[in-house]
């Protein structure tokens, strides 16, 4: 069975293909507007089969893909004067990653030098100090903006986007009464990859051990997309192996973050989601048909 992604918009569901990435959104008017993009060639080149490599590529660009539907989502919504492109879009992704590198890196990196300077306390114990606030720092983030009521919407998609894939995988039939008796957690959540990526950083760091403040805050940069790459093999072997009894009780942490990301969506929501999904899956044909006759010609 293919494996398939997906990612929650504004008032949207995005779903990825092994080709082709398909989204739907419901429109201020109640209707249901579709988005599809062919994805670039890298997913189908010999670096995509490289351990660790692939998931730094792949990472990058889910990244860039997904801020370009949530662009297009956000200003489906807005009034003309408000809408986000050119340099304001690539001032929004830029100052995000920023504030993400500095909230979630460099800040839990100097509070945990400063933690072995003044309690005078191991680099071990410094490391899990750091850890401890890079941990809270992102349960507390993710807590904190699912009180917004526009996000939390958001993750009622999400929930909608989760259900919708588990059905499929089950093989049920995609309606929306079916698709919404079905569990808010997947294992291949970018939730569980967080926690996965906090996890790794604390053993990683600890290994590396004491360095002078200036570089243990660049080194949390600078590792980032090798812990990146680490924690996409991992969410990849434990997706490849979920059946069995040890991985079940090593995901469960993963499982239990989501129910931060998640909400109960509404019959709107996962008819939006199911849109997104066979949609995608249609694109999927077409272009496994037009590869298909290309090879012929």
């Known amino acids: 069975m293919p494996t398939y992604g997906g990612q929650a918009l504004i008032e949207g569901v995005l779903m990825r293909g092994s080709h082709t990435a398909a989204a739907a959104f419901r429109s201020p008017e109640g209707e249901i507007i579709i988005k599809t993009e062919e994805l670039e060639g890298i997913y ?11 998931g730094i590529i792949g990472i990058w660009d889910a990244l860039g893909l997904g801020m370009r539907f949530l662009t297009f989502s956000a200003n ?3 009034p003309e004067d408000e809408k986000i492109e050119g340099g304001s ?6 100052g995000s990653i920023l504030v993400a590198a500095v ?15 003044f309690l005078h306390i191991t680099p071990f114990w410094g490391n899990m100090v750091e850890g401890l606030i890079r941990l809270t720092a992102v349960v507390g983030y993710i807590w904190l903006v699912g009180k917004i ?18 059905a499929f995988e ?19 959540c970018g939730t569980a990859f967080l926690l996965t990526l906090v996890v790794f950083s604390i053993i990683i760091f600890t290994i590396v051990g004491p360095l002078p403040a200036f570089w243990r805050i660049a080194t ?4 980032l997309p090798l812990i990146a790459g680490l924690a996409y093999e991992y969410i990849r072997f434990t997706a490849n192996f979920i059946d069995h009894p040890l991985v079940k009780w090593l995901i469960r942490p993963n499982l239990a973050l989501q129910r931060l990301t998640t909400r109960e969506p509404d019959r709107g929501m996962v008819e939006v989601a199911i849109t ?15 590869k298909e006759k290309a090879l012929i010609l």
Not at 170 to 188: F, I, N
Not at 276 to 290: D, H, P, S, Y
């Open 103 to 117: 909230l979630f890196f460099a800040a839990p990196a100097l509070f945990g030098q400063l933690s072995e300077r």
């Open 89 to 94: 879009f690539f001032a929004t992704v830029g």
């Open 170 to 188: 089950d093989g049920a039939e995609l309606t929306p009464d079916t698709v919404l008796r079905y569990s808010l957690e997947h294992p291949r």
């Open 149 to 166: 009521p526009e996000i939390a919407r958001v993750f009622a998609y999400h929930g909608a986007e989760h259900k919708t894939i588990n």
């Open 276 to 290: 997104a999904f066979n949609t995608m899956r249609e694109q999927e044909t077409a272009f496994a048909v037009k």
């Open 44 to 54: 189908r080149s010999r670096w995509m089969k490289l351990p660790f490599l692939r």
């Open 76 to 78: 489906l919504q807005s």
């Open 220 to 223: 949390r940069i600078i590792f």
